[in-house]
């Protein structure tokens, strides 16, 4: 069984802080990662991909991949409250398979 | 603008009547895709169709049906077989199957049963 897994939090960070969100996948052959930002009764829509080892910055957003260590993170530089929402984390095992997504993270930006 | 719609927004279900809901895209994506997501849980794939006249079952087809006869739409009915239809359906789209290929999504349609 191929999984994504993210800690559900809530994540707590100060206005201005740092917040970084983490994510793991059970594949080793997967190819590509995307993290979604989903507003409460919202879709989710696209923050990043990577599809290579090592940083991809994206003005206050920066992913991260590691592949030897099967990890994903997606960190939010300045944060402000309009960064409040849930983040998926969702993988493309194969070339030839589907996206498989994990629960998310609400992350929680204090005014 | 390219993108994908989805309706209705909000949709009131009878127990014992199907309901279809629609999904209509216009970025000549080839696959589709419909997911369930329920309150605080992540998406869970109803089911994805790779191209036109062509489609499978995702995780919890059980109680659903969908049709792909045209590229830009790929409608899914809800039947009275589905016993828990209360969620917000996502359907989504990438250009090519597999790949590099970024899901994007529609707005939603939230289904209540009365």
């Known amino acids: 069984q191929k999984e994504v897994e993210q800690n559900s939090g809530p994540l707590s960070v100060p206005e201005g802080a740092i917040a970084s969100l983490n994510c793991t996948y059970s594949d080793r052959g997967s190819q590509s990662f995307f993290w979604y930002r989903q507003y409460s009764g919202k879709s989710p829509e696209l923050i990043m991909s990577i599809y290579s080892n090592g940083d991809k910055e994206d003005g206050r957003f920066t992913a991260q991949l590691n592949k030897a260590s099967q990890y994903v993170s997606l960190l939010i530089r300045d944060s402000q409250p309009s960064d409040s929402a849930t983040y998926l984390c969702a993988v493309n095992p194969q070339v030839d398979d589907k996206i498989i997504f994990g629960k998310g993270t609400r992350l929680h930006i204090l005014p | 603008d390219g993108g994908i719609t989805q309706s209705p927004k909000y949709l009131f279900r009878k127990e014992g009547q199907n309901v279809t809901l629609s999904c209509e895209q216009n970025l000549n994506h080839d696959a589709m895709y419909w997911y369930r997501q329920d309150p605080g849980q992540g998406l869970r794939l109803i089911y994805y169709s790779q191209i036109v006249n062509d489609f499978q079952k995702g995780d919890i087809a059980e109680g659903y049906s969908v049709s792909r006869e045209k590229k830009e739409s790929f409608p899914l009915t809800v039947t009275s077989a589905q016993k828990n239809p209360t969620a917000f359906y996502l359907c989504?789209?990438?250009?090519?199957?597999?790949?590099?290929?970024?899901?994007?999504f529609g707005p939603g349609t939230r289904l209540t049963v009365l």
């Open positions: 989504a789209s990438t250009a090519v199957w597999g790949g590099r290929g970024t899901q994007y």
